[in-house]
């Protein structure tokens, strides 16, 4: 079986701040994705890349850089912290396709940002 | 406009009681992902299925792509039941997922 690390767990930063999170996956998955997931609510897309070097924005990708530079990492960059934006960040990863295992989606435990 | 509605936003029971969690999306989808997640806790996939029924323990996940609608049925809940369940909807682009429905299960 395979495993998606995110890094680091908690990440606590100054209001106009860049920062950025890191998300490795050992499944050999071709796309990999980042959520975000405010307290009480689901997941909204911000980023994902379908191979390296691709980039595809989601729904909530203003405020947000990503970089596919392995086929195995996915890196979320907040270009300027705000406090409204503390929430959980998740990374995942799926085979592509339409196939009967196509785009079952394997997660990481979750990167907590604190803006102070 | 969303894409994935979930109904009940929240749900009660008793243990040993049934839940029906419902799913309904505004595109086009290949499958959808159920998903449980503990308060603070990473997300664990349940079931994924394309269309039809799937089972597994006191699982079941109903997918009825045409009509845009799948459900999840749990079976005689237990305590350790309670949490949230989210449903993502799959297609040719990235997954978009619901606000999940928020069940607790009382003895």
């Known amino acids: 079986g395979g495993i998606i690390t995110q890094t680091p767990k908690f990440l606590i930063g100054q209001e106009g701040q860049k920062l950025t999170l890191k998300c490795q996956q050992n499944?050999?998955?071709?796309?990999m994705y980042w959520y975000r997931q405010d307290s009480g609510k689901g997941l909204r897309l911000i980023y994902y890349?379908?191979?390296?070097?691709?980039?595809q924005k989601g729904d909530l990708s203003e405020g947000y850089d990503a970089s596919r530079e392995k086929k195995s990492s996915f890196s979320l960059t907040v270009t300027s912290a705000q406090k409204n934006e503390m929430a959980v960040f998740l990374c995942?990863?799926?085979?592509?396709?339409?196939?009967?295992?196509?785009?079952?989606?394997?997660f990481g435990e979750g990167s907590r940002l604190i803006v102070v | 406009g969303q894409q994935v509605q979930q109904s009940p936003a929240s749900l009660v029971l008793q243990e040993g009681e049934n839940a029906e969690l419902q799913c309904n999306f505004s595109?086009?989808?290949?499958?959808l992902q159920w998903f449980y997640q503990r308060p603070g806790g990473s997300l664990v996939s349940l079931l994924s299925?394309?269309?039809g029924t799937k089972h597994t323990g006191r699982l079941t996940s109903t997918t009825v792509t045409k009509e845009r609608r799948g459900s999840l049925h749990i079976s005689s809940s237990q305590i350790t039941d309670s949490g949230t369940y989210l449903c993502a909807m799959v297609n040719n682009n990235a997954p978009r997922f619901g606000a999940g429905t928020k069940l607790s299960v009382k003895p």
């Open positions: 299925n394309p269309s």
């Open positions: 890349s379908i191979t390296e070097n691709d980039l």
């Open positions: 595109s086009t989808a290949t499958r």
């Open positions: 995942a990863s799926s085979i592509p396709g339409t196939g009967y295992f196509g785009n079952t989606l394997y």
């Open positions: 499944f050999n998955h071709d796309t």
